[in-house]
């Protein structure tokens, strides 16, 4: 089974979030629900969501101005956004890259399973590069026992390798490693 994402859905369409939100918990996603941007912000601040899926107008707070207000704080600045467009306009397709969304769908261009692959294709292609100290704690150790040269060079290129680090489950701080050459993306065995 798929690891459970926390996802914020901000709409304040009860018809529509309903039917994402049964979507979405079918498909195995924990939901929960804010009627528009001011609740949105308060339970994506208190209980931080993974992702946040949010129209743009609404009263109170539109979409627009929960990005912004998300973007104002440490703890939230950093959930990926997927706007969600009845109208489909340039200028909010533009506003919304501009604000750093991760999608822009517009209703009725994508199935609901096509919105929910476009989430999750969020976390599938997160990944992070670190730098590898040959020399700190027990960095020779792995070195040793992995094979790896005692410089920390790729065997295919020579240059220095990074550890590629994929997320598996957030909430459990779960990550899959690899060591690979930035130069010349040769993974290491």
Do not use: W
Request: net charge negative; glycine share 4%; charged share 30%.
């Amino acid at each position: 089974m798929k690891n459970s994402i926390k996802i914020l859905l901000v709409d304040d369409d009860e018809e529509i979030r309903s039917m994402y939100a049964e979507i979405f918990k079918k498909e195995g996603f924990e939901v929960s629900e804010a009627v528009d941007g001011v609740d949105g912000l308060n339970k994506a601040t208190k209980n931080i969501p993974e992702v946040i899926f949010t129209g743009i107008v609404m009263p109170t707070m539109d979409g627009f101005q929960l990005m912004e207000a998300l973007k104002k704080s440490v703890a939230t600045s950093s959930i990926p956004v997927v706007i969600s467009s009845h109208l489909g306009r340039e200028e909010d397709r533009k506003k919304a890259q501009e604000l750093g969304a991760k999608e822009f769908l517009v209703r009725g261009f994508y199935t609901p399973n096509e919105v929910v692959e476009k989430i999750r294709a969020i976390f599938e292609s997160k990944e992070y590069k670190l730098k590898f100290s040959a020399t700190e704690l027990d960095a020779k150790k792995i070195i040793q026992d992995a094979h790896f040269n005692e410089n920390f060079k790729c065997s295919n290129c020579g240059a220095e390798l990074i550890l590629l680090i994929k997320p598996v489950n957030f909430q459990n701080s779960e990550f899959t490693t690899k060591f690979v050459c930035p130069k010349c993306d040769f993974k290491q065995k």
